[in-house]
């Protein structure tokens, strides 16, 4: 993956089923947590966005493939990597790793909103992705 934020985590109890296994819901934190770090990396502080500029990212699409189970006390990595970049909307291409194995991937469109509406990538947004 180009350029990717990688993010430790581990599998602990809370996130899986009464087969042991990673619960479906629990990837969906995961991702997003992967997300949430990619984005500070770059120097976004989703808080700070909302409260200075009323702006949000909200999930517009995501679809995940499952490949192989979790289980608990696993290591993972989530890596997150920007697919597309739009005038109002981020493409992340993402994927959760038990060593090098693939466990599970996703792609996720997420959407600049303000006041209920799709709003344009600020510039400085846009430039903390080399784009302007």
């Known amino acids: 993956m180009k350029e990717a934020q990688r993010l430790p985590l581990r599998v602990y109890y809370e996130d899986t089923d009464f087969s042991g296994f ?28 909302l409260a200075d500029e009323g702006l949000v990212f909200v999930v517009r699409r995501m679809s995940i493939d499952y490949l192989r189970p979790a289980r608990m006390d696993d290591v993972l990595i989530v890596e997150t990597a920007v697919a597309r ?23 996720v469109r997420v959407a600049a909103v303000a006041e209920g509406r799709a709003r344009r990538l600020p510039v400085h947004i846009q430039a903390r992705f080399g784009q302007t």
């Open 85 to 107: 970049l739009g005038g109002a909307s981020i493409e992340m291409a993402q994927r959760i790793l038990r060593a090098e194995e693939e466990v599970a991937t996703a792609h």
């Open 22 to 49: 990673v619960q479906h819901v629990a990837y969906l934190r995961f991702f997003e947590r992967g997300r949430t770090e990619f984005l500070r990396a770059k120097g976004i502080n989703q808080s700070e966005l």
